[in-house]
C-alpha cells in the first residue's frame, strides 16, 4: 500500500515495486495521474488497485482503511507518503487552522492510517512500514515551521512504533531533501530552489525514482528498523 501514489514519489515507488505485486495505490484529488501509474504497474507485471481518500480531515484514514478492507485482509508493506507542506509560515504567521490542517495531513493521518491497517499488517509477509519524512524535520524549516515539526513528529513516531512493533514488523523512515516533483511547483519559488541548490554540497536536485530506490532499499534490508535515512545530496549532515 502506498498512500499519495498518484504523482511524485508516491508514484515512482509504485513503478519501482510493481513488478509481480499487487499494489494498492492511495490518491485524493489526482484521479487522472494514479489511472496512469496504474496502467504502467500493469505493463510492469503488477496488479494494481486504487483507493481514494481525503487524508486531511478524521474521516480519511478510515475512509481508506474500508476501502482497503474489501480488497484484503494482509499487508506486506505500508508507505506512509501522502503529504505536503500546504503553507510556508514562520513562527509570526502561524494560526490554529492552518497548524491543525498542516498536522492533521502530514502526521496525524499518517498515525491514524498505520494504526487502522496494523491488523492488515500483522497478517502480512514480513510486514513493514516506511515513513516519509523530510530534510525540513532536520533542519528546522524556519518558513516551513509547521511543515518540518509536523515531519519532526513522524519521525519520532517512526522509532517509537519500530520499537513497540518489533520483531513482527520493521518500521523505517525516509527524509527527502529537493526532489522534482509537483510539491516545490505549488510552494517554492524559482529563486527559492535556486538557493537551495546552492545550499545541497552535490549541487543538484534528485529524481523521484531516487527516494524510490531507497523505498526498495528498506523493504530488502531485514536488519534494519527504527532507522531513517537521509536521502538529500548532502543537504544535512550530522
Ligand atoms: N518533493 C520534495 O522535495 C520532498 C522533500 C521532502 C519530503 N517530501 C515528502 O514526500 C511526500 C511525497 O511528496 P511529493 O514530493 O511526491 O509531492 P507530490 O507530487 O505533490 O505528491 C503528494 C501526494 O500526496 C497526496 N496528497 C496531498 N494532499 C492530500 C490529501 N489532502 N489527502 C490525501 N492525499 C493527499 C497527493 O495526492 P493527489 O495529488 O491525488 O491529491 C499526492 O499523491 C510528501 O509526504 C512530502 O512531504 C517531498
Known amino acids: 500500500m502506498i498512500t499519495g501514489a498518484s504523482t511524485g514519489i508516491g508514484a515512482a515507488t509504485a513503478r519501482e515495486m510493481a513488478a509481480g505485486n499487487t499494489l494498492f495505490l492511495h490518491y485524493n484529488s489526482s484521479e487522472r495521474e494514479v489511472g496512469e501509474v496504474a496502467v504502467a504497474v500493469s505493463e510492469a507485471g503488477g496488479t494494481p488497485h486504487l483507493l481514494q481518500a481525503d ?5 480519511g484514514p478510515e ?39 498542516i498536522f492533521t495531513l502530514n502526521a496525524f ?11 492488515a499488517l500483522r497478517a502480512g509477509y514480513h510486514p ?7 530534510v525540513a524535520m532536520r533542519n528546522g524549516a524556519p518558513n516551513a515551521l509547521m511543515y518540518g515539526a509536523s515531519k519532526g513528529a513522524v519521525d519520532t513516531f517512526t522509532r517509537g512504533i519500530a520499537k513497540s512493533l518489533a520483531p513482527q514488523i520493521r518500521v523505517n523512515a525516509i527524509a527527502p531533501g529537493v526532489i522534482t516533483t509537483p510539491f516545490h511547483e505549488k510552494y517554492t519559488s524559482e529563486e527559492q530552489l535556486e ?3 546552492r545550499n545541497t554540497p552535490l549541487q543538484k536536485f534528485a529524481e523521484p525514482a531516487e527516494i524510490a530506490r531507497a523505498v526498495r532499499y528498506l523493504y530488502e534490508s531485514e536488519f534494519l528498523t527504527g532507522a531513517t535515512i537521509d536521502v538529500n545530496g548532502g543537504m544535512y549532515m550530522l
Open 55 to 59: 487524508l486531511s480531515n478524521k474521516h
Open 63 to 101: 475512509r481508506l482503511a474500508e476501502q482497503l478492507g474489501e480488497l484484503t485482509d494482509a499487508l506486506d508493506l505500508l508507505v506512509n507518503n501522502a503529504g505536503g507542506l500546504i503553507k510556508r509560515e514562520g513562527l509570526e504567521e502561524i494560526e490554529w487552522d492552518t497548524m491543525e490542517e
Open 109 to 119: 493521518s499518517t498515525f491514524m492510517v498505520t494504526k487502522l491497517l496494523l491488523p
Open 128 to 134: 513493514q512500514i516506511i515513513n516519509m519524512t523530510s
Open 195 to 197: 538557493a537551495m541548490r
